[in-house]
């Protein structure tokens, strides 16, 4: 190629427009989904099925524990006679997750303490959903044989008691 004609072809080039480069789009946020059941859950509850049942939770950020008071009157519970069942669900990576202990009656008359299984299943602004077993495993002497039977599972949903319009103070 002769000088003149490949200064003739650079500048030629150099008329020509440049392809257009897209800009970079800005890159998306990425929102953290809120867990439901990482909010302070602390505050009365009353059994969605059965309203004799109210559970007073407190609530520290890592642990929910659940008080359990029965009445049948329609009134308040009787606070100053103490709970004789409470939940405790722990928030760790497994769920949110924990126990009900109780007390159990045996056919011989004798009262003992007893636990099981309890996992949260929903939560939200109105209420929480359990799965519990239907009863706990406990033999004469307040022993937990040694291979108990699996138990069934029941959901209780529990209603805010602010948010169902039953409002009642310890």
Request: glycine share 12%; net charge neutral.
């Amino acid at each position: 190629m002769r000088p003149g004609r490949v200064l003739v072809f650079l500048c030629a080039l150099s008329g020509c427009p440049r392809p257009v480069v897209p800009a970079v789009a800005p890159a998306a946020r990425l929102i953290a989904a809120v867990d439901p059941c990482s909010v302070d859950l602390s505050g009365w509850y009353v059994h969605a099925t059965d309203p004799s049942w109210r559970y007073q939770g407190r609530d520290d950020g890592g642990t929910l524990e659940l008080s359990v008071w029965r009445t049948f009157d329609g009134g308040a519970p009787a606070f100053d006679a103490g709970s004789t069942v409470s939940l405790t669900l722990w928030r760790g990576d497994g769920g949110f997750a924990g126990e009900v202990r109780a007390l159990g009656g045996l056919p011989s008359g004798q009262t003992c303490p007893m636990s099981f299984p309890v996992r949260v299943t929903r939560c939200d602004d109105a209420g929480l959903a359990l799965l519990a077993a239907a009863d706990g495993v406990i033999g004469e002497g307040c022993v937990t044989p040694a291979r108990p039977r699996n138990p069934a599972m029941l959901e209780h949903v529990l209603t805010r008691a602010d948010a169902g319009g039953m409002r009642f103070s310890p």
